[in-house]
């Protein structure tokens, strides 16, 4: 105060710039972040509307540890995660749509073209404004977050990497509600379409994995043999009864059984070649960076029982393993051979059904165990990331060759 | 002030030749050109949709021109805009501020946009606020502002970065009668300090005496020399009113000065204000009962007026 009542018209020394510059500035990204962040500053409908998200968020915390008991459980951990996640890919996308052509709507946006701050730093620092509202979810959240990371039997460094995780995955999102709102005219528009990039991503990619399983399906032919209870003879049929009931074959005489074969044909889908559409969907990827829990060994591990996300990655992994041999294998039925290796006596009549269990736990393993592959999903979000900046970027430098069409610049 | 020691006495700070920019079909701008000289305000006049923005932004910087050469404090927006919006202050025709922030805010942060130390932007941010009459508001947010008041920070944030080159999209929309005075002196004042002003505005009366030069434009063209010529009559033509009016034209008749007739009174044609002043000695001597004399109207409004084109 006391300066400019001494001066009436203080001298600012603005430093000349040369040349027509778009990249981001450290100062620049700053500012504008800063500005976005002050315009952006909560009234008091939006601290009552944070008052009841983290109370809605406090509640959920509380009555899920009221009903879980003392075990080991990932489940309140990963749905904390996926709710952080699933609030920051709303929140960030829904602040950003808006930014670009809701500003140049009210004006604001060409007087600070006009500026010193270039292109870069309006981008960047729009971006990190909006994204840094996301991360206030994630915040809110950490008393949750800190209860139920205490008995997931996740290690801290792994809960890191999957914050990290979902802190990129909303910032892409939010990159690409500002290209939308880059793009398009009109706030709706471009709310719509940053939503609906999500939906795309979330939901249309395992739909369309679901929808395109036909077209990748081969059929198979499988050959079952079944016992030809018709050409027995009364003797036969009578052993083979009480055999059955009894449990014990040694009357049966397999070799004189008569057998018939019947051949089927049935389609496998080859969900290797389709897994990909679920590779890419962010909550696969972040399913794809948590812990793998082995489903036999969990206890002597130390981890909880496999969660929501074990489940899911075993399901993951079994479409990019695709059929195998030992599923084939399974689909087969002999009843003859099943007789006569009961009634040669080797072993009790669980044999078959033991060794079924054994490849059924052996293939349950290997699921739960197949190396994580989060790289696609990520590859994709920082191609998005990056193409979302470059046209946000390419969109606000001046002077415009094109406008957004219907609107004026100022 | 420093720019004007600095400046070059000749070049002109906005030199635009055969500017021209169409969106899609309409061609908004045909051919434009016009020279902002230092330290004087020029006027760009013009009916509503001649253009006259378009032109403003395309000297800006923000709009690329499709055609013609645009050099402002002799850099080209399109290669240059660093150069360029370090030299310009721009008011825009749209008002937008920032709803959540105060006044000061807002000038400071612009400030700041301009690379100016934070402590810097926020005293030339007071000292502006002070100077259009917005002090009390300097803590309040925008959103309370009048609409006339948020002019009036428009005015002002154009002004924190001390431009060489002002260009004021209608700035007199929306003022009050008082407000519309000030404005007009204190653009007065900052052309004084070296700076070049282009104001549009179709508010002529006000602009006539504000304005050093004039450039018409109609239909996405600048007119001229011809509007020039025009002006320059136009500002020639005086008006006198006579208690008798017969005594005054017999006067002039008698010293064969050409004058039309006109209303209780008549219309001659005076090069500049020593000769008006020895003109109405002459009259007042000469026993004819002159009540009024003064300049017939407004220069601009007359040549505007005259203008055949249409509204668009
Ligand atoms: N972004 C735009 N898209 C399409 N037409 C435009 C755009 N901006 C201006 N125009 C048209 O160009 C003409 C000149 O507009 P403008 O420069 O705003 O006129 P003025 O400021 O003189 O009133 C008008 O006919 C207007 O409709
Ligand atoms: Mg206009």
Redesign the interface.
Known sequence: ?T??ET???????????????WLPTL??TF?VT??EL????PSTKGWIFYGILLAAILGLGILVSVLSTAEKTSTPLELVLVLVLGAGMLIGPSLSATSINGDSG???L????????TAGDLAVGKLLSSWFVAFAVLVTTTPFLVYAYARSGWHLGELLLVLVVILFLVLTATAVGLAWSAIAARAVASVSLAHLTTGVLVIGTLVLFAFTAPLVSDTMTETDRYVAWDELSDEQSTALEDAYNTGDFSAVDPDALVCDEETYEYGIAHTERTAWMVLINPLVVIEEVSPLVNPLTFEEDGRAAPGIFANVHQMVSSARIGPTEADAQMMEYDECADIATMASGDDESADGGNAYQDTWEQQQEEQAMYPRTPWLGLGLQVLLLVGAMAIVTHRLR????T?RTGT??? | MTILEEAPPITAAIQATGVARAFGSVQAVQDATLTVERGKVTALIGPNGCGKTTLMLMLAGLLRPDAGEIRVAGADPRTDSAAVRAAIGWMPDQLGSWDNLSCLQTLTLVGQSYRIPAAQARAKGLSLLRKVHLEEFADRPTRVLSRGQKQRLSLARALVHDPAVLLLDEPANGLDPRSRVELRQYVREIAAEGRAVLVSSHVLAELDEMVDDAVFMSKGRTLGDDAARMVAHARTRYRVWSLDVDALRRALTDASVPFEEAEGGAMVSIADEAHAQQALAWLVGAGVPVHRFGPAGSALEQTYMAMEEDRR
């Open positions: 105060m300066t400019t001066s009436p018209n203080p001298t600012v020394t603005a430093p000349a710039r040369k040349g027509n510059p100062h620049g500012l800063r500005i002050l315009r952006r500053r009210e004006g604001v060409a007087p600070l073209q006009m500026t010193h701050l001046v002077p415009y060759r406008l004026r610049v100022a």
